[in-house]
């Protein structure tokens, strides 16, 4: 399929003002999940390394909380990806970073394969609680714990690495934090910070770390509502893949209209160095 | 504390228009829930019977879900309370009825205790999902459960027993069923439909039950929203209990009023058997 939103000269709308910068997501535009680790999106590796031969600067911002920054680099070089952690953007970091600044000492609701990010924190008489994508940890003791702790606080502070409803992994569908955060909002009758994507501050902070301003730079993602409106919301252009957990109906999202479409990174990268 | 909403013959404006029937709220108002079992709120056992010997028509009306109408009968008579299964109004087995009305067989996400009043149904191949204050049954895999059939079904149908945030026992405060509500909510883009307080439904059917028309009638219970605003929402008149989860802070309410306040039970039936 094309990529939409073309010029007449064949370059994409999306590509008529100059790119220094990009956003990549990593689930489902550079590989897909599945339960026995997951397979490339094929193009994906070269395309990455076209861009950084090309001197493009280029953060990849994921949601990924279920294990640390190292580890994922380790599983994305299984794909072939030659990646470092510092070029990985996780919720994770943000929140320890956030925890630290404001002296909070967290309740951890995450899967266990991420706590080591929080590593050497105080977590004696925590007096707030970060929620994630905690999976089997989700049981009603520790629900009720974060729930009275929130209930007890004067100003409580909920933190989520993201606002997901479900995730596929291999062949069975699986809720992710947001469900579980909506319950504690609604038992607390508070209000979550989300750390992860799609808040403005996360993707803001990216593009800090490699020195580009929003109006530079693209974001490119598989979720219609987290990476493209995300990253719309705060001046960044946003281009939907057609890969990962993109579907046909995305393409009329009664909201969120992206800048542009492509069939997968590969094309995106493509177009990016012919036109840009 | 003196009733408020007095007249100036010293007749309690919810009481200007006879009543000929009652719907009492059990917890709360006839005992207070606790670890050991509870205690009886005092005066209440002789206000019933005060109640039932001037010719009243009563129908107490619980969100109890975590044992049966049998367990709950004999529970009350362990306090001094004579009553019936048949004078309980319970969300189960209003759910039960609608289950069987629209042919659907469910998925019980529900407390243990109260699984009998469900006994017999054809729980093969769900095709819905009932949930209450199931406690320790809230595990990931059974709320994963409950979310991919939803998620699933193309007319999805989530019935709740009730609402509620959290409850108290004992010494401790344990997540109701209403923030697992919310979460399937969330996960699977539905609305779930209440059973209990506050539907409407479920006044109406407890009134239809003892043949007494909303106008006549007087809800009496602990809590504000779901007793008391419940029941007027649907035409009923609400009166305040100053017992059970009653805090100050419900007289300045700022959607629900009223039409009356009492100290406790045994106040309220004596201003009906002075003025009504």
């Not at 974001?219 to 957990?245: E, F, H, N, P, Y």
Request: proline residues 5%; aromatic residues 8%.
């Amino acid at each position: 399929m094309a990529a939409t939103g073309e010029e007449t000269d064949g370059r994409p709308s999306w590509l008529v003002r100059k790119i220094r910068g990009l956003l990549l997501d990593i689930s489902g535009v550079l590989y897909n999940g599945s339960e026995g680790g997951g397979e490339v999106i094929p193009g994906s590796v070269e395309a990455v390394e076209k861009l950084k031969a090309a001197g493009y600067k280029v953060q990849f911002c994921t949601n990924e909380d279920q294990c640390t920054r190292e580890q994922l680099v380790h599983k994305l070089a299984r794909f072939g990806f030659k990646l470092l952690p510092t070029e990985l953007h996780a919720p994770s970091p943000v929140a320890r970073k956030l925890l630290q600044e404001r002296n909070l000492r967290p309740l951890l609701l995450m899967h266990p394969g991420g706590l080591a990010e929080f590593e050497g924190m105080d977590f004696l008489n925590p007096n707030c609680v970060v929620i994630g994508g905690a999976e089997d940890q989700f049981t009603y003791e520790r629900m009720n714990k974060a729930f009275r702790l929130l209930l007890n606080s004067d100003n409580p502070v909920l933190l989520a690495t993201g606002c997901g409803r479900y995730y596929r992994s291999g062949s069975n569908l699986l809720l992710d934090g947001g469900p579980y955060t909506k319950a504690l909002e609604f038992a607390c009758d508070v209000k979550a910070e989300i750390v992860g994507k799609p808040a403005a501050t996360f993707f803001l902070a990216a593009l800090e770390g490699i020195h580009v301003s929003p109006e530079d730079a693209v974001m490119i993602g598989d979720d219609i509502v987290s990476d493209v409106g995300g990253a719309q919301a705060c001046g960044i252009r946003g281009v939907q893949v057609r890969t990962g957990k993109f579907r046909p109906e995305d393409e009329n999202h009664p909201t969120v209209k992206p800048d542009g479409y492509v069939d997968n990174l590969a094309q995106a990268v493509d177009l990016i160095l012919k036109y840009n």
